[in-house]
């Protein structure tokens, strides 16, 4: 590799590790920013790092890490009822653990609850139980007629964000949009 | 009920103390009650719109509360959990000592049992001590009412606190004295007009 493009490749490197609008986590900060997002609870997964060190980074976002999703779930719902915006990350086995929540408190009082979910479990997944959990995913959604998108590309990432979360507040309905691995990259066994 | 026996603290009654909060609250101060006989007796002793009622998702009172109170900084928020509730989720009181918002006040209501499903006992009834739980979580302002008085001491005392303050007392196992309306969206859009966030059609 040339010494030049071995410095445009760290260039880039260093462009991604903040928030880029030509990175997926970039355009999932600028998404929020622009929509006046800025309440943030997550649980953390390993695809989401960069975006939660950068989240952390920017002073216009209030993230923190919770000890389960249907906490963070609570917390962005009382903060809605209370007029600040939230959105919450989590991975696709974190999202197994809400269907109580999703079905008694979002889905019945009509909170605009916005879910980033990394997803694991497809697409050289390693961990059988994590490729079984996954499965559970889309059916739990389906069954609540949730809104609900697979994202696998950088081009159409931003539009799909940006409408999905101003159809959540405008409908006063739940939206996940779903991270595949073909955004992410998503995690392998040698990480 | 739990029966730790460094605690000296009297037997009180649900309604009783929810009535003598909301008598205290004369600047919209905004009330979640959780799940079941703690939400019911909220609505008993009279509905207000800064009132949240839980008809779901059990364990949700205080991270509902916390959301408010990040929101809203300058209002009280006041959560009202069952002891059996906070079981499920007692990560939140880590959540919440870390934030620490200043305006958060939560109320455990512990009578050691699942009243409204048969009072059957929790796992914690004869061996834990939530305000020993919720002080190893960071919550150091957390205190046992002693009676009604100590009760009333304590919220007052919460509101001038310098951080989140969780007060637990003990209950007997008699049920809720109302009924919530089971109107979730109604209830949701009374709170929110209660809080002043959206106005009335």
């Not at chain 1, 260093?14 to 997002?37: C, D, F, M, Y």
């Not at chain 1, 999905?164 to 998503?186: C, E, F, N, R």
């Not at chain 2, 009181?93 to 006992?121: C, E, F, H, K, W």
Request: hydrophobic fraction near 45%.
């Amino acid at each position: 590799m040339s010494q030049t493009r071995a410095d445009r490749e760290n260039k880039m490197a260093a462009a991604g590790e903040q928030s880029s609008p030509e990175t997926w986590h970039g355009i999932v900060l600028q998404t929020l920013k622009r929509n006046e997002i800025r309440l943030v609870p997550y649980v953390p997964d390993r695809v989401l790092t960069t975006l939660i060190k950068n989240l952390h980074a920017d002073p216009c976002f209030t993230t923190f890490p919770t000890a389960r999703e249907e906490e963070a779930v609570g917390i962005v719902s009382g903060a809605w009822m209370g007029g600040m915006r939230g959105a919450v990350l989590m991975q696709t086995s974190g999202f197994a653990t809400l269907a109580n929540v999703l079905a008694s408190l979002a889905m019945p009082y009509q909170i605009p609850l916005i879910m980033f979910v990394s997803e694991r479990g497809t697409l050289g997944e390693f961990n059988y139980g994590q490729s079984l959990v996954c499965r559970t995913m889309r059916p739990v959604l389906d069954s609540l007629a949730m809104e609900h998108h697979t994202v696998t590309r950088l081009d159409e990432f931003e539009f799909i964000a940006d409408r999905s979360i101003k159809q959540a507040i405008t409908t006063q309905a739940p939206v996940a949009l779903i991270l595949s691995p073909l955004l992410t990259g998503g995690k392998v066994f040698d990480k | 009920m739990t029966n730790t026996p460094a605690r000296n603290t009297k037997v009180m009654n649900r309604f009783d103390l929810t009535s003598r909060l909301i008598a205290k609250l004369k600047h919209e101060e905004a009330v979640v009650g959780g799940i079941g006989n703690t939400n019911f007796d909220l609505w008993a002793a009279g509905h207000r719109p800064q009132n949240f009622y839980m008809l779901g998702s059990m364990g949700l009172a205080f991270p509902i509360a916390l959301g408010v109170a990040l929101a809203q900084p300058t209002r009280r928020v006041f959560a009202l959990e069952g002891d059996g509730s906070l079981l499920m989720q007692l990560g939140s009181l880590s959540t919440i000592a870390t934030l620490a918002p200043r305006n958060l006040t939560m109320v455990v209501m512990d009578n050691g049992v699942y009243q409204i499903t048969g009072a059957q006992p929790t796992p914690a009834a004869a061996v834990s001590d939530i305000v020993a739980i919720a002080i190893g979580c960071g919550l150091s302002n957390s205190a046992w009412a002693a009676d009604e008085e100590d009760f009333e001491r304590l919220i007052d005392q919460s509101m001038s606190a310098a951080g989140p303050s969780l007060i637990g007392v003990r209950i007997d196992d008699k049920p809720g004295v109302g009924t919530t309306r089971r109107d979730p969206v109604q209830i949701r859009e009374r709170f929110m007009h209660g809080l002043g966030v959206r106005q009335p059609l």
